[in-house]
Nanobody, 114 residues
Framework: VQLQASGGGLVQAGGSLRLSCAASESIYNFNHISWYRQAPEKQRELVVK???????DYADSVKGRFFFSTDVAKNTVYLQMNRLKPEDTAVYYC?????????WGQGTLVTVSS
């Protein structure tokens, strides 16, 4: 399984970005699909987890600002990030889990300037 993340960049506080994560197979094959992020000198943290029940579970710090979506035909998931804050600056990773494996994308850097 391969995950290709893209869409990061530099944005001013209050702006928006949309991250994409393209999988090499159907997203229906995964038990969970998630976005994580890792800020400099901090541990990787969960941003949103999407499970088979179809309801994204967001971290409190991004609720109401970040939104997870899917395009099944393209085997792609998205993270729409609105009202970005400097503290959202991090490398964002997509993660997909199957019963027999746990897979990570390569990460995409998001930098939010104040």
């Amino acid at each position: 399984v391969q995950l290709q993340a893209s869409g990061g960049g530099l944005v001013q506080a209050g702006g928006s970005l949309r991250l994409s994560c393209a999988a090499s197979e159907s997203i229906y094959n995964f038990n969970h699909i998630s976005w994580y992020r890792q800020a400099p000198e901090k541990q990787r943290e969960l941003v949103v987890k999407f499970t088979s029940d179809g309801v994204p579970d967001y971290a409190d710090s991004v609720k109401g600002r970040f939104f997870f979506s899917t395009d099944v035909a393209k085997n792609t998931v998205y993270l729409q990030m609105n009202r970005l804050k400097p503290e959202d600056t991090a490398v964002y990773y997509c993660n997909a889990q199957q019963t027999w494996g746990n897979y990570w994308g390569q990460g995409t850097l998001v930098t939010v300037s104040s």
